[in-house]
């Protein structure tokens, strides 16, 4: 009876890992697809000065008399292709394990630092200009919550690691901001999708 139940836990856990493995290939090709077009057209329209190409994908993104949210929407995307290309190998078990302190915690630490920079820039870029298709009540309350809940996984993942020391719910709260941040990603990966083909938004 107790190999049997052996047998059975070794196949849940099994199963587990493989699905486990599964949602990390998704998440890695989504972010990193989507965080190289976000480095490759926005970060790059911004090194090159040119913050109106933003329009192209998106009409209403760039705002000319306004240098305050052009400014916080760049913080945005800057920190956001950060966490979309090096934020992701946080969460690969082999790295974590073996560049646990040259690569896992100090890349942690940059991720902090950009999700805080990325949600604020983002939020105060809805609270100044707001976003350009209806409903834009619904969407603006939606991106600031969306921008609350970022900080608030960010800063409990530091706070259960750092200061606790309790990894169990730091991988929980790192779980918590993958699936928020990932939601948002497929939500940004639609609209796009959707203009190229149908030559409008949704």
């Not at 090194?47 to 760049?74: A, T």
């Amino acid at each position: 009876m107790r190999t049997l139940l052996q047998q059975q836990q070794q196949r849940r856990r099994s199963f587990a890992s493989w699905l486990w493995f599964c949602f990390l290939v998704v998440v890695w090709i989504a972010c990193i697809v989507f965080g190289l077009y976000t480095l490759c057209f926005y970060v790059r329209a911004i090194g090159i000065n040119k913050l109106e190409y933003w329009d192209l994908s998106r009409p209403g993104l760039y705002h000319k008399e306004r240098w305050d949210s052009n400014l916080g929407l760049s913080l945005h995307f800057i920190s956001a292709s950060y966490i979309m290309l090096l934020g992701t190998f946080q969460y690969v078990p082999l790295i974590r394990r073996k560049y646990q302190y040259r690569f896992h915690r100090w890349n942690g630490r940059i991720l902090l630092l950009a999700s805080l920079v990325g949600a604020m820039g983002g939020m105060y870029y809805i609270g100044a200009v707001g976003v350009s298709f209806e409903p834009r009540r619904l969407a603006n309350v939606m991106n600031m919550l969306f921008g609350i809940s970022v900080i608030v996984c960010a800063l409990n993942m530091y706070y259960c690691a750092a200061w606790k020391r309790d990894y169990d719910q730091h991988k929980l709260w790192a779980y918590r901001f993958s699936g928020i941040f990932m939601g948002n990603i497929f939500v940004r990966m639609y609209t796009v999708t959707f203009r190229v083909v149908m030559g409008s938004l949704p």
